[in-house]
């Protein structure tokens, strides 16, 4: 049943529905027993709780999914969606720091998901962590004033090839409004919403491989 419970939560995060992706990943967690479906409906509540702007009940949250995960066997799988180890904790945990605006726990931990999957050929094991956690960074500079490095970090996730458009438009979403508020008249922080634009529209349109192309097309007219 807790396996069902995980997509729904995910749904309602993307959607907005921050109170009740809490409220499910809890009723979930009672289900869950010890499990690794328990630690991802942890960081699930835990996303949730950021989103929302708490802080004491998002730390509680990372520090009980920390000490479950520390008690489950090394997973001989990771890299399935329902199979939680320390690495993607440290890719939820990322995102929730930048959330609660606790940008120096948020950047030591995008950088960590960023270095563990990173292949010393330079392309990556999981691209959309990867991704990701460039968005992270690049919201993380933002707020400390760093409109070239934050540029820099929110067009390197978009360079990343991925599976899911979805999730990219929807943590890009999240730079394109910080740079908005903050370096609505700079040209840089026009240059990203351009980019993050036609990443919505070849969303829209369910042309994923568009993104690219279209961008490429543009540098040229």
């Known amino acids: 049943m807790h396996v069902v419970q995980l997509p729904i939560g995910m749904l309602r995060l993307v959607e907005s529905r921050y109170e009740d992706v809490v409220t499910a990943a809890r009723q979930g967690q009672a289900l869950a027993g010890q499990s690794s479906a328990q630690v991802q409906l942890t960081l699930q509540e835990a996303r949730g709780l950021a989103r929302i702007g708490d802080r004491r009940e998002a730390d509680k949250a990372l520090s009980r999914g920390a000490d479950i995960l520390a008690k489950l066997p090394i997973p001989e799988n990771p890299d399935h969606h329902f199979v939680f180890d320390h690495a993607k904790w440290v890719f939820y945990a990322a ?3 930048t959330w609660l605006e606790d940008n120096d726990r948020a950047e030591e931990h995008a950088l960590e998901t960023i270095q563990m999957h990173t292949r010393p050929d330079g392309t990556s094991n999981a691209p959309m962590r990867v991704a990701d956690a460039h968005i992270d960074l690049g919201i993380i500079h933002a707020r400390r004033g760093n409109l070239d490095a934050a540029v820099e970090q929110g ?22 409004r910080v740079l ?6 700079e040209a840089l922080a026009k240059e990203f919403h351009e980019r993050y634009m036609i990443a919505w529209r070849a969303l ?11 961008f490429l097309l543009r540098s040229f007219t």
């Open 95 to 97: 995102t929730a720091y």
């Open 155 to 176: 067009m390197a996730a978009f360079d990343i090839e991925r599976k899911s458009l979805t999730d990219l438009v929807n943590r890009a979403g999240d730079l394109n």
């Open 180 to 185: 908005g508020q903050r370096y609505r008249r």
């Open 204 to 214: 829209i349109i369910r042309r994923p491989e568009l993104l690219n192309y279209i």
